[in-house]
C-alpha cells in the first residue's frame, strides 16, 4: 500500500496485534499513522504507549469483546473452517465451554468463554486527555438502532456528560457490560451471555432507538459568511477540508428599522436535517450601507441552496496519487531436496536426552535460557513471549540483552515488536505473525527473519506459492508437522468462573457441547486454550513444499516428545486421532 499510494494514511487494525510500546514504534517506524491497540489494555498501558509511540492511537471504548487477542484466534478456523484472521470468525466462544470438572462423555452446558460487551464511554473524557486520538465502536453483525444508542452515548461521554446507560444497556448487552480491562480488574464479572430477557428488552427498545437517527445528524462543523448590499445577498459556505460553495439571493434587501444580525443568525443556524452544523461564532454577516432586511425565507432559502451545494462537493470522490507497482507473479516452489526438523519445547524437563539427534534447531522460551548447556546453545532457537502485557516487554528486553552474547543460535519471534527488540540480531517468525502470502514472507525477510512458519491455516496449494528471499537468496519456509494448536492466547482467565487465582494450579479443561475437553494453561499474564487433537503430519514428509517441520510441544511429558520424535524421523503414522489442520482444506 505504501509503495501504490504513498499519501494513504495508513492505520495499523487491532487484527495486528499490536499490545505494547515496541509494537506501536515499529509501526511507526514502517510509516503507519495510526495504531488501533489491543482491547485488553488497562488505562496506565494506553496511557503508556499513547505518549511515547510517537503515532495516534486508537481505542475499542463499546460493543463485543474477542475472548482472545485479536489477530491471534485460530479457533474458529480449526473448529469449523471460517478464519477469525480474514474475517469470516464464527464466533466459537459464544457456544458453550464449561470450565468445571465433568465426567467424560458429559457435554459442557456453560459459557466460560463468553465475554460480556465492553463499554467504557464513561471514561470516554479521560482517554481523550491521555491523547487517545480515535474512539472505536465495535459494531459487527449489528442493527442500525445499535449503531444509534452507541453513537449518540459517545457524543456524550466525549464531553463528558451524562447518557442514558439503560437505554444503551437495552440496545444490546450480554448481561451488561464490562470495563474490566480498562479498570485492570480481570476476573469472572466479565464474563456473560446473552439471555431471552437481553433480547426482549431489546425488542421493546428498538421503536425508542429509530428515533435517536430518524433526522441526519449534523456533524459536519462549516463557517458561514453573508454578504448584503444594496443589489442583493451571497452566502458563502466553507468546510474543514476548504470546500466551498455560494448562493445568490434574488430577493431585494430593504432598509432595515433595527440591527437584523442576530435573527440571520438565527436563520442561517438552521442547519437541522442535514449534515452540517455552524457555531454562532462561525457565522460572519456583512452589510454594505446597511442595516438591510431580507424575509426569513430569502434566508432559508440561501442556506438550503448553499448546503446542497457543498454536499455535492463533499460527494465528489477525491482519490489519492498512485504509483504503478509490478507485482510478480507468485512462485511456484518444487519439494526441496532435504528437509529439517526442528523441536519446540514448552519447558526443559520436556526435552529429551537425545532430543538434538535429526533436530536442526531446538526451540524453547527465553525464560528457559539458563536451562540450556552451552554445547547446545549454537542449535537453540529463544521463543519470546507471543503477547507481552504490563512490565513483560520491558522484561524480555532485558532476557534479549542477556542472552545476545550467549552462544544462542537466534530468536523466535512472533509478534511485530519483536522485530524492534531484536534489530539486527538472528531471527527466526514463528506463527504468531500469521504469515499467509508472497508479500507477507517477503516483507518479513526483509526486515531481518532467516527463516519463518507460515500459518497452518494456509492450504498446500497456497504454501508452495510462499518463496521469499534475502540478497538473491531463498529464505526457508517451515510449517507445523506436529503440535497441539494454540487455538487461544487470552488474558481474561475461563477459569475465574468457578475460582480465583489464589486456588488455581494454572491448568484447567474446557469442555464443549460435544463433550470434547480443551486443555488450559496459565503463564505470563495470560491463558492459552490448546485444540485437544494434535495437528500431525510426520506420515506425510513430502505433502508440504516447505524447507523444514516444526514439533511443537506444549502438553507432553519429555517420554511422549522423544516418541514423537521418533514417529516423525521414521515417518510412522500416528497412534491416536490427530488432524491434518488446514493444509489440505484450507479456510472458506
Same mark, same amino acid.
Given at each position: 500500500?505504501?509503495?501504490?499510494?504513498?499519501?494513504?494514511?495508513?492505520?495499523?487494525?487491532?487484527?495486528?496485534?499490536?499490545?505494547?510500546?515496541?509494537?506501536?514504534?515499529?509501526?511507526?517506524?514502517?510509516?503507519?499513522?495510526?495504531?488501533?491497540?489491543?482491547?485488553?489494555?488497562?488505562?496506565?498501558?494506553?496511557?503508556?504507549?499513547?505518549?511515547?509511540?510517537?503515532?495516534?492511537?486508537?481505542?475499542?471504548?463499546? @460493543?463485543? $469483546?474477542?475472548?482472545?487477542?485479536?489477530?491471534?484466534?485460530?479457533? %474458529? &478456523?480449526? !473448529?469449523? +473452517? #471460517?478464519? =477469525?484472521?480474514?474475517?469470516?470468525?464464527?464466533?466459537?466462544?459464544?457456544?458453550?465451554?464449561?470450565?468445571?470438572?465433568?465426567?467424560?462423555?458429559?457435554?459442557?452446558?456453560?459459557?466460560?468463554?463468553?465475554?460480556?460487551?465492553?463499554?467504557?464511554?464513561?471514561?470516554?473524557?479521560?482517554?481523550?486527555?491521555?491523547?487517545?486520538?480515535?474512539?472505536?465502536?465495535? @459494531?459487527? $453483525?449489528?442493527?442500525?438502532?445499535?449503531?444509534?444508542?452507541?453513537? %449518540? &452515548?459517545? !457524543?456524550? +461521554? #466525549?464531553? =463528558?456528560?451524562?447518557?442514558?446507560?439503560?437505554?444503551?444497556?437495552?440496545?444490546?448487552?450480554?448481561?451488561?457490560?464490562?470495563?474490566?480491562?480498562?479498570?485492570?480488574?480481570?476476573?469472572?464479572?466479565?464474563?456473560?451471555?446473552?439471555?431471552?430477557?437481553?433480547?426482549?428488552?431489546?425488542?421493546?427498545?428498538?421503536?425508542?432507538?429509530?428515533?435517536?437517527?430518524?433526522?441526519?445528524?449534523?456533524?459536519?462543523?462549516?463557517?458561514?459568511?453573508?454578504?448584503?448590499?444594496?443589489?442583493?445577498?451571497?452566502?458563502?459556505?466553507?468546510?474543514?477540508?476548504?470546500?466551498?460553495?455560494?448562493?445568490?439571493?434574488?430577493?431585494?434587501?430593504?432598509?432595515?428599522?433595527?440591527?437584523?444580525?442576530?435573527?440571520?443568525?438565527?436563520?442561517?443556524?438552521?442547519?437541522?436535517?442535514?449534515?452540517?452544523?455552524?457555531?454562532?461564532?462561525?457565522?460572519?454577516?456583512?452589510?454594505?450601507?446597511?442595516?438591510?432586511?431580507?424575509?426569513?425565507?430569502?434566508?432559508?432559502?440561501?442556506?438550503?441552496?448553499?448546503?446542497?451545494?457543498?454536499?455535492?462537493?463533499?460527494?465528489?470522490?477525491?482519490?489519492?496519487?498512485?504509483?504503478?507497482?509490478?507485482?510478480?507473479?507468485?512462485?511456484?516452489?518444487?519439494?526441496?531436496?532435504?528437509?529439517?526438523?526442528?523441536?519446540?519445547?514448552?519447558?526443559?524437563?520436556?526435552?529429551?536426552?537425545?532430543?538434538?539427534?535429526?533436530?536442526?534447531?531446538?526451540?524453547?522460551?527465553?525464560?528457559?535460557?539458563?536451562?540450556?548447556?552451552?554445547?547446545?546453545?549454537?542449535?537453540?532457537?529463544?521463543?519470546?513471549?507471543?503477547?507481552?502485557?504490563?512490565?513483560?516487554?520491558?522484561?524480555?528486553?532485558?532476557?534479549?540483552?542477556?542472552?545476545?552474547?550467549?552462544?544462542?543460535?537466534?530468536?523466535?519471534?512472533?509478534?511485530?515488536?519483536?522485530?524492534?527488540?531484536?534489530?539486527?540480531?538472528?531471527?527466526?517468525?514463528?506463527?504468531?505473525?500469521?504469515?499467509?502470502?508472497?508479500?507477507?514472507?517477503?516483507?518479513?525477510?526483509?526486515?531481518?527473519?532467516?527463516?519463518?512458519?507460515?500459518?497452518?491455516?494456509?492450504?498446500?496449494?497456497?504454501?508452495?506459492?510462499?518463496?521469499?528471499?534475502?540478497?538473491?537468496?531463498?529464505?526457508?519456509?517451515?510449517?507445523?508437522?506436529?503440535?497441539?494448536?494454540?487455538?487461544?492466547?487470552?488474558?481474561?482467565?475461563?477459569?475465574?468462573?468457578?475460582?480465583?487465582?489464589?486456588?488455581?494450579?494454572?491448568?484447567?479443561?474446557?469442555?464443549?457441547?460435544?463433550?470434547?475437553?480443551?486443555?488450559?494453561?496459565?503463564?505470563?499474564?495470560?491463558?492459552?486454550?490448546?485444540?485437544?487433537?494434535?495437528?500431525?503430519?510426520?506420515?506425510?514428509?513430502?505433502?508440504?513444499?516447505?524447507?523444514?517441520?516444526?514439533?511443537?510441544?506444549?502438553?507432553?511429558?519429555?517420554?511422549?516428545?522423544?516418541?514423537?520424535?521418533?514417529?516423525?524421523?521414521?515417518?510412522?503414522?500416528?497412534?491416536?486421532?490427530?488432524?491434518?489442520?488446514?493444509?489440505?482444506?484450507?479456510?472458506?
Amino acid at each position: 500500500i505504501g509503495k501504490i499510494a504513498p499519501q494513504l494514511p495508513r492505520h495499523g487494525s487491532t487484527q495486528m496485534s499490536v499490545h505494547s510500546l515496541q509494537g506501536a514504534l515499529e509501526l511507526k517506524e514502517l510509516g503507519f499513522t495510526r495504531v488501533v491497540l489491543a482491547r485488553e489494555l488497562s488505562m496506565p498501558e494506553v496511557e503508556h504507549i499513547t505518549k511515547h509511540c510517537g503515532i495516534e492511537t486508537e481505542c475499542f471504548v463499546h @460493543g463485543a $469483546l474477542c475472548m482472545c487477542v485479536s489477530g491471534q484466534c485460530y479457533m %474458529s &478456523a480449526f !473448529l469449523g +473452517g #471460517r478464519s =477469525g484472521n480474514r474475517g469470516s470468525c464464527a464466533g466459537p466462544c459464544r457456544l458453550p465451554f464449561e470450565a468445571n470438572a465433568l465426567p467424560e462423555g458429559k457435554p459442557g452446558r456453560l459459557h466460560h468463554l463468553s465475554l460480556k460487551d465492553n463499554s467504557v464511554i464513561d471514561k470516554l473524557d479521560k482517554l481523550q486527555a491521555l491523547g487517545v486520538a480515535s474512539a472505536k465502536i465495535e @459494531g459487527r $453483525l449489528r442493527t442500525p438502532e445499535y449503531v444509534a444508542a452507541a453513537v %449518540s &452515548a459517545c !457524543l456524550a +461521554g #466525549r464531553e =463528558g456528560r451524562a447518557y442514558d446507560r439503560d437505554l444503551l444497556k437495552n440496545a444490546f448487552s450480554r448481561s451488561g457490560f464490562t470495563s474490566g480491562y480498562l479498570d485492570g480488574k480481570i476476573d469472572g464479572t466479565m464474563f456473560g451471555v446473552r439471555s431471552e430477557a437481553d433480547a426482549e428488552q431489546t425488542k421493546k427498545t428498538l421503536p425508542m432507538l429509530r428515533e435517536l437517527y430518524r433526522r441526519e445528524r449534523s456533524r459536519v462543523p462549516v463557517k458561514m459568511k453573508l454578504e448584503i448590499e444594496e443589489g442583493g445577498e451571497k452566502l458563502t459556505v466553507t468546510d474543514a477540508d476548504g470546500s466551498k460553495a455560494f448562493a445568490y439571493g434574488d430577493a431585494e434587501p430593504q432598509p432595515a428599522r433595527t440591527d437584523p444580525t442576530a435573527s440571520l443568525h438565527r436563520s442561517l443556524a438552521k442547519t437541522g436535517g442535514t449534515p452540517f452544523a455552524v457555531e454562532d461564532q462561525d457565522i460572519t454577516v456583512e452589510m454594505d450601507g446597511g442595516p438591510w432586511f431580507i424575509p426569513g425565507g430569502a434566508v432559508n432559502e440561501l442556506r438550503r441552496e448553499a448546503l446542497d451545494a457543498l454536499l455535492k462537493k463533499r460527494e465528489v470522490l477525491r482519490p489519492w496519487p498512485t504509483t504503478e507497482e509490478h507485482v510478480p507473479a507468485l512462485p511456484l516452489r518444487t519439494l526441496p531436496s532435504r528437509r529439517t526438523l526442528r523441536a519446540r519445547f514448552e519447558n526443559w524437563e520436556q526435552v529429551p536426552e537425545r532430543a538434538l539427534d535429526g533436530i536442526e534447531y531446538l526451540i524453547l522460551p527465553i525464560a528457559q535460557a539458563d536451562r540450556v548447556p552451552r554445547e547446545w546453545r549454537a542449535k537453540t532457537l529463544l521463543e519470546l513471549p507471543r503477547v507481552m502485557f504490563g512490565k513483560l516487554e520491558e522484561d524480555t528486553a532485558r532476557r534479549i540483552a542477556a542472552t545476545q552474547d550467549a552462544g544462542f543460535a537466534g530468536y523466535e519471534v512472533s509478534n511485530i515488536a519483536h522485530l524492534r527488540l531484536c534489530r539486527g540480531l538472528p531471527m527466526s517468525g514463528s506463527f504468531g505473525l500469521n504469515i499467509t502470502n508472497q508479500l507477507a514472507a517477503q516483507f518479513y525477510a526483509d526486515n531481518g527473519l532467516g527463516s519463518m512458519l507460515i500459518l497452518p491455516e494456509v492450504k498446500d496449494s497456497d504454501i508452495s506459492t510462499i518463496a521469499p528471499t534475502h540478497n538473491g537468496r531463498p529464505v526457508p519456509t517451515g510449517v507445523l508437522v506436529y503440535g497441539h494448536m494454540p487455538l487461544m492466547i487470552t488474558r481474561a482467565c475461563p477459569l475465574q468462573n468457578i475460582h480465583d487465582c489464589a486456588h488455581c494450579d494454572k491448568t484447567g479443561v474446557l469442555t464443549d457441547r460435544k463433550a470434547k475437553k480443551f486443555p488450559v494453561r496459565c503463564g505470563l499474564g495470560v491463558r492459552t486454550i490448546y485444540n485437544p487433537v494434535p495437528i500431525y503430519m510426520g506420515d506425510k514428509p513430502g505433502a508440504l513444499t516447505v524447507d523444514y517441520g516444526v514439533a511443537y510441544f506444549t502438553l507432553e511429558s519429555r517420554e511422549e516428545a522423544a516418541k514423537i520424535l521418533e514417529m516423525i524421523r521414521t515417518h510412522a503414522p500416528f497412534e491416536g486421532d490427530f488432524t491434518r489442520g488446514l493444509y489440505f482444506k484450507g479456510t472458506n
